[in-house]
């Protein structure tokens, strides 16, 4: 039957199985490990890049400097989540590019970076500030203060106290001070005769520096803001280089490839060979291609398969790309890709890709699947509308994926129904009444015979489905939701790992009060009858705590059992288990599977278990009559009756809240030439050197592409 010439595969499998193939001309240990956590690796880095802070001067003179900049700014001093964020642009294809442009720049070029970031942001808050100030001391020696303004408080001369302070956030009028200079609205509304003489004698003057402060707004606040969104990162940017250099040598010395690396590897033939060699010698010939989920596929896995379709293509074969509109952009997907088919997006004007994409072009014929035989038809018509109506809104660029996407449906399939509810625009009314209406909607549900396990709750954000699941479990309506779910959330778990910090390390007195506070919450212990601050101050004491409990705790034969037996006897000893516990029973397979594919040391296990019990959790068996509540992406695939989507008015989160932003393309006149001077002044300043050597002659060009946080 010719089995052979068929297969199916994920992108990844196919992609690891050309990498191994050709492990050698790659260049990469024949027997390496593929690593799927970047938080693992990325956290292994870090931890090298801190444990070098006194040996290497430049690096540590940066790290330094990043705790201050944080500490100053009044937030957590500690540097490793934020190095951990910015170091995610390292395992992913878009970062990757643009890292690539500047892996020449040694710490210290950030510093000369960051001090012209510095002189530039204090000149600009120097001049704004000046000007306040000056209008604020105008104001009082005419002996007035904001109350007898135009709305007060909220009025000209708070606008100048806050940017005289140094909030140039603020540095745009509100509705109210553009009413005092548009519509000459000045005085109080208690201004005696006296106070608005007093105003008439210097609002000229005052509508000067307002007048002054804009023009400085307008002129240099646009660059302002973006200085100060690069110097928010420029310590994190600074030292990526490093840890770059720190995650090569921890692959290599653990001999581990992480997946993001293979298409790379690929692209770097297949983007630079008319014939890619490593599919040549695969020895393995397909003449159809089928890429299904095509909306998932990221830019470069796409362009790695080209040369193949190109190939199926001339021969006269089929292909087909099959998939919806990208909504999640897993590991690089765009909408873009699927939106500009049969062009190729991000060719960068490679000539391979553009032939390439000729044969696309040639070939395509676009087959839209706009029957919806799952929905029904009030649903459907209901979307078709929304959709028709927002896609006036969007540019041309875009519009073109909602073109002719309306659902065709069965006409009899009715039953269906959307109710849309306008909530309060006051934010914290707002969500309260979010979750009352919604308390309200399942209670109406239930009333018209659809069970709680009908119903879900989809959310845009996890911290939102916290809220939800308490405020519903308050209400006794029992919930499904990830963050119920997971093990750390069970207080017998937490118990559990207390204990077990204690047999390792007895002398921690916070595992010590951990302990204490849960004897004390679960009444093996009377409070009145305990003093906490002396038991913490010694081991005796904890052993008296357990003593006064009632609890035969033998540490030294304890600390004798393997550790799957050291959890059950924990379990045993404190009665853990008098009721059915499915937390206490998924604990344990989270440890037996430990013990069989690592080893028995406690000490492994509670630094493994630090690490997985942010997303170990339970397994739900079906039929559980509770309303579930999830994230709108994890709902993907899902079917239930009844959905209710609250705070739908909040902001999206679109998962892309770190960008790299292109300069040279971006509205922000002369920033380049801000930062560095121009050629012409190169020689007068301290950037000469720099330009002494060839090589560093693209300082300039790169500084377009510098890394900023957006929020």
């Known amino acids: ?242 840890i770059e250099k720190l995650l090569n040598e921890y692959k290599a010395q653990n001999n581990v490839i992480h997946i993001s690396e293979f298409n790379k590897m690929i692209a770097k033939i297949v983007l630079n060979e008319p014939i890619p060699f490593i599919y040549e010698r695969l020895g393995e010939r397909y003449s159809n291609y089928l890429i299904d989920e095509f909306q998932d596929t990221s830019v470069l896995q796409f362009q790695n398969l080209l040369p193949l379709i190109d190939n199926s293509l001339a021969g006269g074969h089929f292909t087909m790309l099959v998939g919806e509109q990208a909504i999640y952009r897993w590991r690089g997907g765009e909408v873009e890709q699927f939106a500009m088919l049969p062009n190729v997006f991000a060719h960068n004007d490679n000539p391979l890709v553009l032939e390439r994409e000729s044969a696309l072009i040639r070939n395509y014929d676009p087959k839209i699947l706009d029957q919806n035989y799952r929905s029904k038809r009030e649903v459907i018509e209901f979307n078709n509308a929304v959709f028709k109506l927002l896609s006036g809104s969007l540019n041309e660029k875009y519009r073109r994926i909602y073109d002719k996407q309306e659902q065709g449906f069965n006409a009899l399939n009715t039953g269906g129904f959307v109710q849309v509810e306008f909530i309060s625009e006051e934010k914290e009314l707002s969500r309260e009444q979010h979750m009352n209406r919604t308390y309200e909607t399942i209670l109406q549900l239930q009333g018209n015979n659809y069970k709680l396990k009908d119903i879900v709750i989809l959310l845009h954000k996890p911290t939102d489905g916290s809220e939800m699941a308490n405020y519903l479990t308050e209400k006794k309506i029992p919930v499904i939701s990830s963050d119920s779910l997971l093990l750390s959330n069970s207080q017998q778990i937490n118990f559990i790992h207390s204990l077990l910090k204690y047999l390792a390390n007895d002398s921690d007195t916070i595992t010590h009060a951990e302990i204490i506070e849960y004897l004390v919450v679960m009444n093996y212990i009377d409070q009145a009858t305990l003093d906490g601050t002396l038991l913490l101050k010694n081991k005796v004491g904890l052993v008296a705590v357990f003593e006064l409990a009632q609890v035969h705790f033998n540490q030294q034969y304890l600390s004798k059992l393997a550790l799957y037996e050291l959890c059950e006897e924990l379990i045993r000893i404190f009665k853990l288990n008098k009721q059915p516990n499915a ?31 942010a997303n170990a959790s339970l397994i739900v068996p079906q039929g559980m009559n509770a309303v579930s509540i999830m994230t709108i992406h994890r709902s993907k695939g899902l079917e239930f009756p009844a959905v209710i989507l609250p705070f739908m008015d909040s902001r999206v989160d679109t998962g892309k809240k770190n960008l790299w932003i292109d300069l040279e393309n971006d509205k922000v006149p002369e920033l380049v030439s801000a930062i560095v001077p121009t050629n012409k002044e190169l020689l007068e300043t301290p950037y000469a050197h720099l330009y002494e050597e060839e090589k560093n002659k693209s300082l300039l060009d790169n500084l377009n592409v510098l890394y900023v946080a957006l929020t």
């Open 1 to 242: 039957h010719n089995y052979s010439d068929f297969a199916i595969g994920t992108i990844d499998s196919f992609v690891h199985r050309v990498v191994r193939t050709f492990a050698f001309d790659l260049k990469i240990p024949m027997s390496f490990e593929i690593e799927m956590d970047d938080e693992r690796l990325l956290s292994s880095a870090i931890d090298l890049l801190i444990a070098q802070i006194g040996n290497d001067e430049r690096l540590t003179k940066a790290l330094i400097e990043f705790t201050e900049n944080k500490t100053d700014n009044e937030k957590n001093w500690h540097i490793e989540y934020d190095l951990k964020i910015f170091a995610k642009q390292l395992l992913n294809e878009e970062g990757d590019l643009y890292v690539d442009k500047l892996r020449h720049l040694k710490v210290e070029d950030f510093f000369r970076i960051k001090d012209t970031l510095f002189s530039e942001l204090k000149k600009f808050e120097s001049s704004v500030k000046s000007i306040a100030e000056n209008a604020l001391q105008l104001i009082r020696k005419q002996g007035l203060i904001a109350k007898d303004f135009y709305y007060g408080d909220k009025g000209i001369v708070s606008y100048f106290e806050k940017l005289a302070h140094g909030r140039m956030e603020t540095i745009t009028p509100n509705s109210y001070v553009q009413a005092t200079v548009g519509e000459d609205k000045w005085y109080g509304g208690k201004a005696t005769p006296d106070e608005k003489q007093a105003i008439d004698a210097i609002k000229s003057e005052l509508l000067d520096y307002f007048n002054k402060i804009q023009t400085i707004k307008d002129a240099d606040y646009s660059e302002y803001i973006v200085f100060k969104l690069i110097n928010r990162n420029i310590y994190s940017l600074a030292v990526l280089n490093e």
């Open 583 to 613: 937390y206490l029973q998924f604990f344990l397979d989270e440890v037996l599977n430990f013990t069989t594919k690592k080893n028995n040391n406690l000490n492994d296990f509670i630094e493994y278990w630090e690490d997985k019990r």
